[in-house]
């Protein structure tokens, strides 16, 4: 059933290649949890000890907040076709904004987009594998291109205004840093 490995095998990078959707987990001390749904092309494995993934604006913006207080993250893959299985890596998470030192490094592995927000990287220190038999089967028919057809529409401006307006503080009121960090505060 479950097993645990200190790092991503060829098969398991293989499994996270082919997957449509993926879940993120993070936690403050206090306060809420945050489990977020994410698509499109916007992970990438770097190397058995590294993820990375584009983080699109959205109404919230609850894992960079938690992330700056507490840096641990789970990230799962769920087959929901094929062979059962459920995999997860955990580690410390480094939030990057577009002015950081490292955001050039990471940017260039993921589409452009207007709506990029963040970048999550993942030092993995466990990954762990269990079987998924009672996941159910789903059907993939696509990704939603809804949000790049409102983040085009908004604009770079659109999207900044954004931002200071609902994406500063967590559910709990945790800061983001998204002003500071992306030099909207000036």
Known sequence: MGKQF???S???IEFIEKQNIYFVATAAE????NLSPKGGDSLRVNNAKQIAW????GSGNE??????????????????????LILRAYGHTTVLHPKDKNWNHFAPLF?????????????????????????????????RDDL???????????????????????IDGFE????KRMGLDE
């Open 148 to 170: 790049a057809n409102w983040s085009a529409k908004q604009g770079k401006e659109g999207m900044e205004k954004y931002w200071l307006k609902k994406n500063q503080k967590s």
């Open 6 to 8: 200190s790092e991503l």
């Open 10 to 12: 060829d098969k398991h």
């Open 111 to 143: 589409p452009e987009s207007v709506a990029a927000r963040q970048i999550f990287v993942l030092d993995v220190d466990l990954v762990q594998s269990s079987c998924g038999m009672s996941v159910p089967y789903f059907t993939y028919e696509g990704d």
């Open 54 to 57: 584009m983080n699109l604006t």
């Open 63 to 84: 894992s960079a907040s938690h992330v700056i207080k507490n840096p641990r993250m789970t990230v799962m893959f769920c087959a929901f076709e094929g062979s059962p």
């Open 30 to 33: 206090n306060g809420r949890v």
């Open 176 to 179: 983001t840093e998204i002003a």
